[in-house]
């Protein structure tokens, strides 16, 4: 690591990255952001969960009132504990194409969450969308209604979870996406649907350019390919141990796993630059 190198910003995701695969943050992690706290490093949650859900997170770290970047960097902003969410930016997808994923997922039988600003809907009822719930903490707000929830605007993501019944669903409605949006394939199987404008180095790029920091000084982790811009725009990346070769090979360091507490290991790593 370059000697010039002070870490002000780090920015973690959050599934396989800050949590354990059992949906754990470990003693060894809550020291480490600590640490960078005390340290006076902004700490800066990344994720395609929704704010809401990430402000959970926050309330459990110490984080509640730092920016995060939510929905896949659809939604970036503040979640004050005593107000409204504070929008910097949002992305969200083009009317017309969001009722074209709804009709592909209906045709092929399969649920989707459909995530608007401050709450989320499921398509029909599934094992699936309990799932995500349960996970995430945040209930869904019900069934969808396309027709109503299009009247203001598109959803931020379209998230189409994995399904027991039909493995292969993801790719499939991956291969029918309208030009104009952008599809990952995230952690368990998940597609995030996006607008290409929504990225997590986007927002980490703007957070950090409201904070006052310099690229230069942002420190990243992460374990999935959504991942691999914030390592772009930062001055030292750590892939996780459970990462793909892809996404461990576009890091500048490869930490331990999520199990193994990687997270901490690679705070440490930036603190001690």
């Given amino acids: 690591m370059p ?10 995701d959050v599934d396989g990255t800050l949590l354990t695969f059992d949906h754990h943050i470990t003693d060894e992690v809550r020291a480490a952001i600590g640490e960078a706290r005390a340290a006076g490093v902004h700490v800066i949650l990344a994720s395609a969960r929704s704010p809401q859900a990430i402000a959970i997170l926050q309330d459990d770290l110490g984080l509640r009132g730092e920016p995060l970047v939510g929905l896949q960097g659809a939604w970036v902003g503040e979640v004050p504990a005593d107000g409204a969410p504070v929008a910097y930016a949002k ?22 969450c459909w995530f608007a600003e401050d709450e989320w809907f499921y398509s029909f009822p599934a094992q699936v969308v309990d799932y995500e719930a349960r996970v995430t903490g945040i209930a869904p707000a019900g069934e969808l209604d396309v027709e109503r929830a299009l009247e203001k605007q598109g959803p931020l993501k379209i998230m189409v ?8 669903v993801g790719s ?9 949006l952008l599809g990952q394939l995230t952690g ?20 950090a350019e409201r904070l006052g920091v310099d690229r230069a000084h942002i420190a990243a982790a992460g374990d999935g390919p959504n991942d691999i811009g914030m390592f772009s725009i930062a001055g030292r990346s750590f892939a996780m141990g ?3 070769p892809a996404v461990q090979e576009a890091a500048s360091q490869v ?5 193994e507490s990687g997270l901490a290991l690679a705070i440490r790593e930036a603190l001690r630059a």
């Fill in 3 to 12: 000697s010039s190198f002070s870490l002000r910003l780090f920015a973690s």
């Fill in 172 to 180: 499939r409605v991956l291969a029918d996406l309208p030009d104009g």
């Fill in 255 to 259: 930490t331990g796993t999520n199990a």
């Fill in 242 to 244: 459970n990462a793909s």
């Fill in 188 to 207: 368990e199987h998940y597609l995030e649907i996006t607008t290409p404008s929504a990225d997590k180095s986007h927002g980490v790029a703007l957070i």
């Fill in 161 to 168: 979870p994995f399904n027991p019944a039909d493995p292969a």
């Fill in 91 to 112: 992305h969200p997808l083009p009317v017309d194409a969001a009722r074209t994923v709804y009709e592909t997922c209906q045709r092929l039988a399969t649920p989707l």
